[in-house]
């Protein structure tokens, strides 16, 4: 897995750094942490609203309701130790990151996202897929396709997903001791680290991109929006 980097430039991606946790324990406790910033953050938005509701902060809102139901679902998965369920989850929980980030760099797309492709006005932005968004996201968040295709390949029982209840140990053969569980747990002892510190990084980056977002749609991408009157990005990228 490897971190968001918010950098202008694509250097090599980086894996998050585990040495941050003491211990399994430590790791929950400062994932918990990360998301408990989405409630004052939400009150921001709905300060910035007065009461309007507007579609961009209809917007920010729901995309901090749905990170805490996912955050909450991949703290308990990881104390389970379940990485069928974590990082799923944290598959799901990039998603709604990635459309944020897109979002922010074109506004235009919130047309598409709160619309729906079968009622978008003419000349509004097509429905864009998962790797044009990654492209285009790609300078703000340049570890975010590799991580993304790590996590997709977890959810879609690609190869990852495959091998994750199978465990190799030094034995007497060349092979060693092959040990099989039908039951859920870790392959790796860090791998209850790496789902938190990604759970992290993907909190850093809503937050971070959602207060941005506050800054730069206020004045002049705000006040009073409405579906048809946000501007239309012809930008396909």
Not at 45 to 61: H, S, Y
Not at 177 to 201: H, M, Q
Not at 207 to 225: F, I, K
């Amino acid at each position: 897995m490897y971190e968001l980097l918010y950098v202008s430039t694509s250097p090599p991606p980086r894996q998050v750094d585990l040495s941050q946790f003491t211990s399994v324990e430590d790791a929950l406790e400062k994932a918990r942490a990360s998301f408990a910033g989405f409630v004052p953050l939400a009150k921001r938005i709905i300060a910035v609203d007065r009461g309007g509701l507007q579609l961009p902060a209809i917007f920010m809102l729901s995309a901090l309701a749905r990170a805490t139901g996912l955050c909450v679902g991949v703290v308990d998965a990881v104390k389970a130790e379940n990485p069928h369920v974590a990082f799923p989850l944290l598959r799901s929980y990039s998603d709604v990151v990635m459309v944020v980030l897109y979002v922010r760099i074109r506004p235009a797309y919130l047309v598409t996202v709160m619309k729906g492709p079968r009622n978008l006005p003419s000349g509004a932005p097509g429905r864009k897929g998962s790797q044009a968004m990654i492209n285009a996201i790609g300078k703000v968040a340049p570890g975010f396709k590799t991580a993304w295709g790590e996590l997709s390949d977890m959810t879609h029982f690609g190869s990852l997903a495959i091998w994750n209840s199978w465990q190799l140990k030094a034995g007497p053969t060349k092979l060693g001791t092959v040990n099989f569980a039908t039951y859920p747990r870790w392959k790796k002892p860090s791998d209850p680290l790496l789902a938190c510190g990604w759970l992290i990084e993907l909190s850093g980056a809503l937050c971070g991109t959602l207060a941005l977002m506050l800054d730069e749609w206020s004045p002049p991408l705000w006040a009073g929006q409405t579906l048809d009157s946000l501007p239309v990005d012809r930008d396909d990228s």
